[in-house]
């Protein structure tokens, strides 16, 4: 009779033992989903601050060249990183916001450009400056989904 005791008490002690596996494994998945939940809040946190400044100096260096689109892209530096075509002044960024090649001319690589902040002339020394995802193919040069959008109006000193 002692031995069929023993064996209850170890069967109860086993089901005790899985019963909290079991919600110790429970409690884990949910801080798992908090974890990757908090990491893309920062990443999105990141992209719009980033975007942010970048959209807001963009929009300074326009009101100082008068809405001369010409005159942004020398300020920028002539480089693979930039874009002028149109009335559209792009300027892309890898993931780690840093200018880097114009996708088009790195289709070796299916382009590096994860971020593009567009100014767009709009007429009226008018510009509507953006910051965008890159989306469209791997050559294309096309925005995706918008970070962040401004509109500033270039004003002249001329009298």
């Avoid at 100014?119 to 294309?140: F, K, M, P, Q």
């Amino acid at each position: 009779m002692s031995m069929k005791k023993s064996g209850t008490k170890t069967g109860l002690f086993l089901l005790e033992l899985v019963i909290a596996l079991l919600l110790f494994a429970f409690c884990a998945a949910i801080c798992v989903q908090i974890f990757v939940g908090a990491k893309f809040r920062t990443r999105e946190s990141e992209a719009l601050s980033k975007s942010a400044f970048l959209a807001s100096s963009a929009a300074e260096l326009y009101k100082a060249y008068g809405g001369d689109l010409d005159a942004m892209q020398d300020a920028y530096g002539k480089s693979h990183a930039l874009s002028l075509y149109d009335g559209l002044l792009n300027v892309f960024y890898d993931e780690r916001w840093e200018e880097t090649i114009n996708p088009v001319f790195d289709s070796q690589f299916g382009g590096r450009a994860a971020y593009i902040l567009t100014v767009e002339d709009i007429g009226g020394a008018e510009a509507r400056i953006t910051v965008s995802e890159r989306g469209g193919s791997a050559l294309a040069a096309e925005a995706g989904e918008e970070i962040y959008s401004i509109t500033v109006k270039a004003v002249s000193t001329d009298e």
